[in-house]
């Protein structure tokens, strides 16, 4: 899990320069995708939920080499408001990820009988789906409400980083306890 939460870490936060019409991701988020991807590997024996959420992270990382390689040549800006289509699908791809991941924590918790704070997961989770989605969506229409949006959207985004890595240790601690 802990390949997971650094993944997340690198995709949640977004260190960008801009050089007038191009833009300088100084961490990718392909990378994280990438670890998150390998993270999820390891655990794909867990539950099935997570051969599900590797799969979305594949293509997440994909998809985001290729966003980044837009950005970087400067092809997002002349997209205009166009622009926001590819950043919605890739919203809503990683909502899909996250819900994969969360679902699959709760797979775990009800086999192996753990206390992994799958409960306080899922709830985050719904908050930020619905965080994202609206401030995405407001963006077309009403700017201000993305802006309320958008800062609703980052307070979730923080959160869910830190009831994942509760999770991640209650996961280790469970598992370095002795076998009956």
Do not use: N
């Not at 024996?45 to 599900?52: A, I, M």
């Not at 408001?81 to 899909?96: D, N, Q």
Request: aromatic letters at 10%.
């Amino acid at each position: 899990m802990r390949r997971i939460l650094i993944g997340l870490v690198l995709v949640f936060l977004d260190f960008d320069i801009d050089l007038g019409a191009r833009r300088l991701g100084l961490l990718p988020d392909f990378i994280g995708y990438g670890l998150i991807a390998a993270g999820l590997r390891e655990l794909e024996g867990e539950s099935s939920r997570f051969q599900r959420a590797r799969l979305f992270a594949v293509v997440l990382c994909v998809y985001s080499a290729g966003t980044y390689a837009a950005q970087l040549l400067g092809v997002m800006e002349q997209l205009g408001l166009f622009a926001l289509a590819p950043s919605l699908v890739g919203i809503l791809l990683s909502l899909a990820m996250l819900y994969q991941i969360t679902r699959g924590v709760a797979e775990m918790e009800a086999r192996h009988g753990a206390a992994l704070g799958a409960d306080d997961l899922d709830a985050v989770w719904l908050w930020l789906a619905v965080s994202q989605t609206a401030a995405a969506v407001s963006a077309m229409l009403w700017p201000l409400a993305a802006a309320v949006c958008l800062a609703a959207a980052v307070v979730c985004t923080l959160v869910y980083l830190v009831r994942f890595s509760r999770t991640k240790q209650r996961w280790e601690a469970f598992r370095s306890q002795p076998k009956a």
